[in-house]
């Protein structure tokens, strides 16, 4: 009966020197949501949140960019990539319409510890996106500095 040998030998590695290990990564992303800022009065109050992205990825036009969006922005985007996207694209952080009803004793959607909980919703949200290879051209547009987005 024939012997099963392992190849045990390594594959080649070049050395690694200073620069390599700790310069920055070949391809890297770091992305945050956060600084959530509520605008507006009555009907007409929202609130935003600051994207800040630092990358190298050919995708973006810019390698570093802060911006301010919308729950909104991120349904239009979810929106855009579920049509376009052959992968599963997560889900947002809820709508929480019994926030909104009136007669409530406390902010609604306008409570610190809600606005909150949406914020890290958003960048969990965002950081997914990525890990799922779900991001397009549109991702790029809702991280960076283009002023308006959605349909032209």
């Given amino acids: ?24 990564p070949s391809n890297f992303l770091e992305i945050d949501v956060s600084n959530p800022e509520t605008v507006g009065v009555g009907r007409n109050r929202f609130t935003t ?8 990825l050919p995708i973006f036009k810019l390698k570093e960019s802060r911006v301010r969006r919308r729950y909104s ?10 049509r376009e996207s052959k ?19 406390d902010d609604g959607i306008f409570d ?19 890990r799922r290879g779900a991001h397009s051209h549109h991702t790029s547009r809702l991280c960076s500095g283009w002023s308006s987005i959605g349909p032209k």
Avoid: C
């Fill in 1 to 24: 009966m024939a012997e099963a040998i392992a190849d045990t030998r390594r594959l080649y590695t070049k050395p690694q020197n200073l620069n390599d290990a700790y310069g920055p």
């Fill in 87 to 105: 992968v599963v694209v997560p889900p947002l952080p809820g709508k929480a319409l019994i926030r909104q009803l009136p007669f409530r004793g």
């Fill in 73 to 82: 922005d991120f349904e239009w985007l979810r929106g855009e990539l579920e």
């Fill in 112 to 130: 610190d510890s809600f606005i909150e909980e949406r914020r890290q919703g958003l960048e969990h949200f965002l950081k997914n996106i990525w």
């Fill in 49 to 56: 949140y600051e994207i800040r992205l630092k990358t190298n």
